[in-house]
Structures are given as structure tokens and as C-alpha cells.
């Protein structure tokens, strides 16, 4: 059902998002102090284009430059990357089979504003490691 759930996820709009990530990890990388940004552009890039089966828990040992990181990223690129979001989710519902991709969307903008002190783990490994602030974003299995 993952792959299933995958490839419909990147055919009605996971691969235009996954561009918008890499874009704008690659203006990260060309600013030298932004580069812990751009590595969290890219690792968020790959769970946007593959999100099914996989969930985004807290990163332990995350501090006060997590929060700091956090506030620059949400006010450089994390709001834009979240209007990405609404409008991929807008398309997407206006079918019905989208509609599920546009709800499962809109659960990413957290993650989208605020990566740092997070990661992203298959959902088993989460289970395996019974993780309770894990954010499932997508279906449970």
C-alpha cells in the first residue's frame, strides 16, 4: 500500500515540491554560512518526494541551535516552502482521490517550518524504538 500511496504522491505533486527543495537548497549551499540549512532542504526534499512509510521524530540531544536554526530557516525559506504546500495541497483536492494528498500536505508544514532537531526514520524504526512524539504525518499502519 506504502508504494502504491508513493507513487500517486509523487505523480500529482510530490515531484514539483521535491524541485521547490531542491531549489532552494541549492541557493543554501551557494551562501557559505547557510549550508546546515541546505542539509536540511535536502534531507526534507527526499522525505517529500517518498513520504509514505516514513515518519519525522524529534532528534535527541537537540538544543538551543536547533531553535535558533528553526527562526531563521521558518523566516528565509520555511514560509515559502509552506505556501508551496497550500497551494500543491489546493490542486490536489480538487479531486477527490487528491483529497487524502492534500490533507497528508498540509501535515507537512511543520516539518517544513521547522526542521532542525528533527529526523526523518521509517515508520518501523519509529515502532521499533516506540518513539511517542513521533510525527506520523501520513497513514498509520
Same mark, same amino acid.
Given at each position: 500500500?506504502? #508504494?502504491?500511496?508513493?507513487?500517486?504522491?509523487?505523480? !500529482?505533486? &510530490?515531484?514539483?515540491?521535491?524541485?521547490?527543495?531542491?531549489? @532552494?537548497? *541549492? /541557493?543554501?549551499? /551557494?551562501?557559505?554560512?547557510?549550508?546546515? %540549512?541546505?542539509?536540511?532542504?535536502?534531507? /526534507?526534499?527526499?522525505?517529500? #518526494?517518498?513520504? !509514505? +512509510?516514513?515518519?519525522?521524530?524529534?532528534?535527541? +540531544?537537540? &538544543?538551543?541551535?536547533?531553535?535558533?536554526?528553526? *527562526?531563521?530557516? !521558518?523566516?528565509?525559506?520555511?514560509?515559502?516552502?509552506?505556501?508551496?504546500?497550500?497551494?500543491?495541497?489546493?490542486?490536489?483536492?480538487?479531486? @477527490?482521490? +487528491?483529497?487524502?494528498? %492534500?490533507?497528508?500536505? /498540509?501535515?507537512?508544514?511543520?516539518?517544513?517550518?521547522?526542521? !532542525? +532537531?528533527?529526523?526523518?526514520?521509517?515508520?518501523?524504526?519509529?515502532?521499533?524504538?516506540?518513539?511517542?512524539?513521533?510525527?506520523?504525518?501520513?497513514?498509520?499502519?
Amino acid at each position: 500500500m506504502r #508504494l502504491l500511496l508513493n507513487i500517486v504522491w509523487v505523480v !500529482f505533486g &510530490g515531484w514539483a515540491l521535491f524541485l521547490e527543495y531542491l531549489v @532552494i537548497g *541549492v /541557493i543554501s549551499v /551557494i551562501f557559505i554560512i547557510t549550508i546546515p %540549512a541546505s542539509v536540511a532542504c535536502f534531507r /526534507i526534499a527526499w522525505y517529500v #518526494l517518498w513520504p !509514505f +512509510g516514513r515518519v519525522v521524530v524529534d532528534k535527541p +540531544g537537540a &538544543g538551543a541551535g536547533s531553535t535558533i536554526m528553526n *527562526v531563521v530557516w !521558518f523566516l528565509v525559506a520555511g514560509i515559502w516552502l509552506a505556501v508551496g504546500h497550500v497551494v500543491t495541497a489546493f490542486t490536489q483536492a480538487i479531486t @477527490i482521490i +487528491g483529497i487524502p494528498l %492534500a490533507i497528508a500536505n /498540509i501535515k507537512l508544514i511543520p516539518i517544513t517550518c521547522f526542521p !532542525f +532537531g528533527k529526523m526523518v526514520v521509517s515508520a518501523d524504526e519509529a515502532r521499533r524504538y516506540n518513539n511517542p512524539r513521533s510525527q506520523d504525518v501520513f497513514l498509520r499502519n
